[in-house]
């Protein structure tokens, strides 16, 4: 089992809708959970970070958290092409010294 | 600020050569971590530095190897070059006050032949 499972996608969605990323980790322990946002041929770029359960919202982007399930979920709101993008959620420890990165989903806004 | 920066963004090198990457981070950042990322293999973690010692390491064998300057600056070595070196070198640096984020410098993309 991977540590940090995300769907590979391609995920599509139509302009201006809702996109929704999910992210499941193994480790119980993991206390800090992250979403970077990577174009073709660039580096991450954080996008959002979250450590308690619940919404994290900032902009057109809200983060979720459920640590009983060992869920971490991106949303964005009315979608644009500029978003299109692989999503990477992150997971760390205690400390954060050490990111552990799913896959990686792949999304595509269609205009 | 200024981002993180790091030299030099594009090599090329022949097998059983060595490499050296450097890394300056954000200032202020003491942190310095270094992440593989390969098409099949995602983005895997090499090793973390703080205050010029390694204090995580992830499992690579020990031809891939760092250090941590005064500065907080980082390289990292990868010794007797192989095909499958090939990647995208990523470095991380990271505040160890407030919010524990990292912060991607633009990487450094190695091909190996």
């Known amino acids: 089992q991977k540590e940090v499972e995300q769907n590979s996608g391609p995920l599509s969605v139509p302009e201006g809708a809702i996109a929704s990323l999910n992210c499941t980790y193994s480790?119980?322990?993991?206390?800090?959970f992250f979403w970077y946002r990577q174009y073709s041929g660039k580096s991450p770029e954080l996008i959002m970070f979250?450590?308690?359960?619940g919404d994290k919202e900032d902009g057109r982007f809200t983060a979720q958290l459920n640590k009983a399930s060992q869920y971490v979920s991106l949303l964005i709101r009315d979608s644009q092409p500029s978003d299109s993008a692989t999503y990477l959620c992150a997971v760390s420890g205690q400390g954060a010294q050490k990111l552990v990165f799913g896959q990686g989903t792949r999304l595509t806004i269609n205009p | 600020k200024a981002g993180v920066t790091q030299t030099p963004r594009y090599l090329i090198k022949t097998r059983g050569q060595q490499v050296t990457l450097s890394c300056s981070p954000i200032s202020g950042h003491r942190s310095v971590s270094w992440y593989q990322q390969t098409p099949g293999q995602g983005l895997q973690f090499l090793f973390e530095?703080?205050?010029?010692?390694?204090?995580n390491k992830g499992n690579f064998p020990g031809r891939f190897s760092g250090r941590q300057f005064s500065n907080s600056r980082s390289e990292m070595n990868v010794s007797t070059l192989e095909l499958g070196d090939s990647a995208l070198y990523l470095c991380a640096s990271r505040s160890t006050s407030g919010a524990d984020t990292q912060y991607f410098g633009p990487g450094t993309r190695l091909t190996v032949l």
């Open positions: 530095y703080f205050s010029e010692t390694q204090r």
């Open positions: 480790d119980r322990g993991s206390q800090s």
């Open positions: 979250i450590y308690s359960n």
